[in-house]
C-alpha cells in the first residue's frame, strides 16, 4: 500500500483497524470485564500466549485504537496510554529503574516532573540535572550506573531546546536508554525517532488532545533501543521479541501494577481531537509567531523567549530539526510592570494553567506552576518573578494583538 502523508493516515487510523459496522471513529467501549466461551482462551490471554483483552486496567478496544493512532504518528512499534502526561512519565520511569540506578535530566524541566524526579531520589534512584542545550554537560553527567536520559524537545517555559541530535549520538554511544518528552512540540513539527531517541512521551492532554476536554498521556517505543542489552528486564517480560521487552514491562509494571489506566471516553475525545493536529499547529505557530515579534519591540517587556526569534539562543537548532516553533512564548516584563495587571487587561486570552488548547492560554509562571519549586530553583532555570507564560491558541490574530496592545497601554 502506498504510504499516505501524517493527516491522511491519522484520519483514517481507526478505519484501517476495521471497526464494528463500518464506523469511521472507532466506538466508546465501557466495559471493564470481557467473557470468554472457552475458559483456556482466557488463561492464554492473561499468559500473553494470544491476543485479547482481560480486564480494563490494562486494556481497552478504544484505547488500543488510540495507541495504535499515536504510534503511527511517531514511527514507532508500539505504544501504551496513561491517564496523564505525568502518569505515563512515573509510571516508565518506575517500571524501567531501580534502586542505585542514575538518570540523567535536562535542567530546564517542567515543574512537576521536576518534583517527580525529586522524588525518585527519595526512592534511591539517584538524579543529576545538566544543561542539556549542550551534549558536554550531559557526558560530564554520566556516572557508571546511569541507566536513562530525559530531556524534553521545548523546555516550559523558557523554551531551551535540548542539544537532541548529539545527546541521541551520545545515548546510542553508552547503550543508554533516551527518552524525549515530546509534548511541546507534538509529533506533528518534531519526530524524536530522527535524533536516536529510545522512548518517547506524549502529553495527550496537551497539542495531540488540543481542546482541553480529556486528559491522557502515551510512552511509545521507537524501536531503536535494544532491550536485550538492559539488565532491569524481568524475565516475565522477556517475550519472543526482544524490542518489545520494554514496553511489555511498561503495561505490566507500569499500566497494571500503579493503574494509571485511560478512560475509553477520554480515549475517544482525545483520539477526534487529534484529526486537527497539523491545522491547529499550523495556525498557533504562525500566531506565537506574530505575537513573540509584537512583544520583543513593546517598551514593557524586557525579554522575549520564542525559537522562533532570531534572538533565541538555540534558534538555528530549532529551524533545523523542528516544522515550525511552536506555539508556547514567555515574557519578562521590567520593572514596574506587574505580571497580574498586565494579564487582567486582556480580553480573549484566559489566565489558566493549561496549554495546547485551541484557546491561547497565560500563567504568571513564578507564582502558580513553579511556585513550589522555591525562589532558588526557578532562578537556576531562569524563571522571574516577572514572567508571563503564554501557549498560544488559533484565534484570529488581530484579536490577539488587540489583547497584547490593550496590556501594554497600561
Not at 466506538?27 to 480494563?56: M, T
Not at 496523564?84 to 529503574?97: K, N, P, R
Amino acid at each position: 500500500m502506498t504510504k499516505k502523508g501524517f493527516s491522511t493516515t491519522n484520519l483514517h487510523s481507526d478505519r484501517k483497524d476495521n471497526p464494528e459496522h463500518g464506523v469511521l471513529h472507532k466506538a466508546i467501549h465501557p466495559s471493564v470485564a470481557y467473557g470468554y466461551e472457552d475458559s483456556r482462551h482466557l488463561a492464554e490471554v492473561f499468559q500473553g500466549k494470544r491476543p485479547g483483552y482481560n480486564y480494563g486496567r490494562q486494556l481497552n478496544p478504544t484505547v488500543t485504537a488510540l495507541q495504535n493512532r499515536i504510534t503511527a504518528m511517531e514511527d514507532g512499534i508500539a505504544s501504551i496510554a496513561f491517564a496523564t502526561g505525568m502518569g505515563a512519565i512515573a509510571s516508565t520511569m518506575l517500571s524501567l529503574l531501580r534502586q542505585g540506578d542514575h538518570i540523567v535530566s535536562s535542567a530546564f524541566l517542567f515543574g512537576n516532573t521536576n518534583s517527580l524526579f525529586g522524588t525518585f531520589q527519595n526512592l534511591g534512584i539517584e538524579v543529576t540535572f545538566a544543561d542539556a542545550t549542550e551534549v558536554c554537560n550531559v557526558e560530564q553527567a554520566i556516572q557508571s550506573n546511569t541507566r536513562l536520559v530525559f530531556v524534553e524537545t521545548i523546555a516550559n517555559p523558557v523554551t531551551q531546546i535540548a542539544d537532541l541530535e548529539a545527546i541521541g549520538e551520545l545515548c546510542q554511544s553508552k547503550k543508554l536508554i533516551y527518552c524525549v518528552d515530546n509534548t511541546m512540540t507534538s509529533p506533528h513539527l518534531f519526530l524524536p525517532k530522527t535524533v536516536g531517541a529510545s522512548l518517547v512521551i506524549n502529553s495527550l492532554t496537551k497539542y495531540i488532545g488540543g481542546h482541553g476536554n480529556a486528559l491522557g498521556g502515551i510512552v511509545t517505543d521507537s524501536g531503536l533501543y535494544d532491550w536485550s542489552q538492559f539488565n532491569n528486564i524481568n524475565d516475565t517480560c522477556k517475550n519472543d521479541k526482544p524490542a518489545l521487552w520494554g514496553i511489555t514491562q511498561i503495561k505490566k509494571k507500569g499500566l497494571r501494577d500503579m493503574g494509571a489506566s485511560l478512560g475509553p471516553e477520554a480515549a475517544h475525545h482525545l483520539a477526534v481531537g487529534s484529526e486537527t493536529l497539523p491545522m491547529r499547529m499550523h495556525q498557533a505557530c504562525a500566531n506565537a509567531q506574530v505575537l513573540a515579534e509584537f512583544c520583543a519591540q513593546a517598551d514593557q517587556v524586557k525579554q522575549v523567549y520564542y525559537p522562533g526569534l532570531k534572538s533565541h539562543p538555540q534558534h538555528r537548532r530549532a529551524q533545523q530539526l523542528f516544522k515550525n516553533f511552536g506555539a508556547i512564548f514567555s515574557i519578562d516584563l521590567i520593572a514596574g510592570v506587574d505580571c497580574f495587571e498586565f494579564l487582567n487587561a486582556m480580553e480573549t486570552i484566559v489566565a489558566s494553567s493549561n496549554l495546547g488548547d485551541t484557546r491561547t492560554l497565560a500563567i504568571p509562571v513564578a507564582h502558580t506552576i513553579y511556585h513550589e519549586m522555591g525562589a532558588e530553583r526557578r532562578t537556576s532555570m531562569g524563571i522571574a518573578d516577572s514572567m508571563i507564560r503564554f501557549s498560544v491558541g488559533i484565534e484570529d490574530i488581530d484579536d490577539l494583538l488587540a489583547d497584547f496592545q490593550r496590556a501594554v497601554s497600561l
